[in-house]
């Protein structure tokens, strides 16, 4: 199979959502820490009557439609996910529900986790079966889905919530240059979740914050290297048009992409500008554990960055401000923002994609775009998305009611024998929701 990548994508994130300014004074943080020092606009979260399994079946069954796929035309299904509502079954095997109504129940694929890294393992897993001999021609299907939550504290704005479903295949319009990948994978404790009676993480937000940004030099590092190997010359920023980041807040965003610039200038202070040049030159010799400790540094290459990270960042970042963190899908919902907002001048272009996900393992690889042929075309993709209609249907909590609704769902995690309120008002027609969990732990769940 040849230009093996994604021919398809869909979102769904919950309707329901907090606004970070509101958030912001209600927990007595000051002014403009969440907006502008996070960099975070909006917040989604989960409702009683939605979870994993609901956002991953709702994006599928919505891809299968809009792209008008047979789903006995699928061949293997892959799930990333690090929210855990079963040690055992896998999310791969309630999605089944959808396949077997057609009887198809020849698909390969399970789960895969390791924080918000998964996504990323189960794509890898779906390209690579297709560019593999054991591949029987149908398509891979991958979904991201996961609810981030937090318990109370400095933590909590960086929630969020959505799934990702992407149609793998080959001709894509989306391809995947695997030969060029950089891996960094080391035993960290920055974020994990060993509570297992509770949803909410374990985080040393400082700490996982030096440990993404050491992943990322480790990344790009390994990356130029393979691309140097086959491309036959040195790599550079000039060399992508975008670079897409998972994206815990915005802010990380910016000072990783400040990081890249950083690492160009060390490299070959060449490929840098001069107003870039001068701004990083008293930090040349800054090297090691101490770059990372340096606050001067990280403001200096933020802003020396700046006009490169308006054209080749900013353009990514829609989803991530508007719904948070949504850990294995988040890095694919900035590629779905970037596709919404440039789809038309997409083609032709390259695009950098960093995965991280703590504790912890991480990979910068790189996509190849074209224009596709309908359905499976940037420009469909753009429009079955439907990304600036899907925003502008939420309905704001105010803070109280999302406090409230975090304190219902602390209770309800991992709990048996209660109905939900099957109040689906706020919930577009085709979207699944929870209706029971029954008295020996089995989940139900209906359509709109
Ligand atoms: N106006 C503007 N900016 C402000 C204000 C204000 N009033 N107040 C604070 N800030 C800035 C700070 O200066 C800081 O920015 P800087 O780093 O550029 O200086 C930023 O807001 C955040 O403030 P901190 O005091 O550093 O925030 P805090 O320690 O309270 O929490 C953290 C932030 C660590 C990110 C926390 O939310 C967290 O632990 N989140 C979860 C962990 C996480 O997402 N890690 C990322 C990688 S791992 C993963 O994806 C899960």
């Known amino acids: 199979a040849k230009n093996v990548g994604i021919l398809a994508m869909e979102i769904y994130f919950p309707p329901t959502c907090v606004q970070q300014e509101a958030l912001e004074a209600h927990d007595g943080a000051s002014k403009g820490k969440y907006t502008i020092g996070l960099g975070q606009d909006c917040m989604a979260f989960c409702t009683e009557v939605e979870d994993i399994i609901s956002m991953s079946l709702t994006a599928i069954t919505s891809l299968l439609e809009k792209y008008e796929i047979d789903p006995k035309n699928i061949g293997r299904l892959e799930v990333g996910s690090e929210t855990v509502l079963d040690k055992s079954k896998s999310i791969k095997t309630f999605l089944m529900q959808i396949f077997e109504e057609c009887g198809n129940t020849d698909i390969e694929g399970v789960d895969s986790t390791n924080a918000c890294y998964g996504g990323t393992a189960a794509l890898f897993n779906c390209i690579n079966w297709v560019e593999s001999c054991s591949w029987d021609g149908r398509f891979g299907l991958v979904v991201c889905t996961d609810s981030a939550v937090y318990a109370e504290g400095p933590a909590r704005p960086t929630g969020g919530a959505a799934a990702v479903a992407m149609l793998i295949g080959p001709d894509a319009p989306i391809v995947f240059e695997s030969k060029l990948r950089g891996s960094h994978m080391v035993h960290a404790y920055d974020f994990y979740k060993p509570n297992l009676a509770s949803e909410y993480p374990v985080v040393d937000g400082k700490l ?42 915005n802010k990380l965003v ?27 030159a008293p930090f040349s010799t800054l090297l090691g554990d101490k770059s990372y400790e340096s606050r001067d540094l990280e403001k200096a290459s933020q802003q020396a960055a700046k006009p490169l990270y308006d054209t080749k960042v900013h353009p990514t970042t829609l989803i991530p401000k508007q719904v948070g963190n949504t850990y294995t899908a988040s890095l694919y919902a900035a590629l779905g923002s970037l596709i919404h907002n440039k789809h038309n001048t997409l ?102």
């Open 254 to 280: 910016q000072k990783s992409f400040g990081r890249l610039l950083f690492n160009d200038f060390l490299r070959n202070a060449s490929s840098v500008d001069e107003n870039a040049k001068e701004k990083l």
């Open 347 to 448: 083609a032709g272009n390259r695009i950098m994609m960093f995965s991280y996900g703590s504790g912890l393992t991480s990979t910068m690889f790189s996509l190849g775009l074209n224009e596709g042929q309908h359905p499976f075309s940037l420009s469909n993709i753009a429009t079955v998305m439907n990304i600036a209609e899907k925003l502008k249907a939420r309905h704001e909590f105010p803070p109280e009611k999302f406090v409230e609704t975090l304190k219902v769902m602390e209770q309800r995690y991992g709990s048996k024998d209660f109905v939900t309120s099957k109040d689906t008002s706020l919930l577009a027609p085709g979207t699944y929701y929870l209706t029971e969990v029954d008295s020996i732990y089995r989940r139900f769940y209906a359509m709109k």
């Open 208 to 249: 996982s914050q030096t440990c993404y940004l050491m992943a990322l030099d480790s990344c790009y590092k390994r990356y130029c290297g393979r691309y140097e190997k086959f491309e036959g010359k040195q790599f550079s920023l000039n060399d992508a048009n975008y670079v897409v980041f998972h994206s815990p807040y």
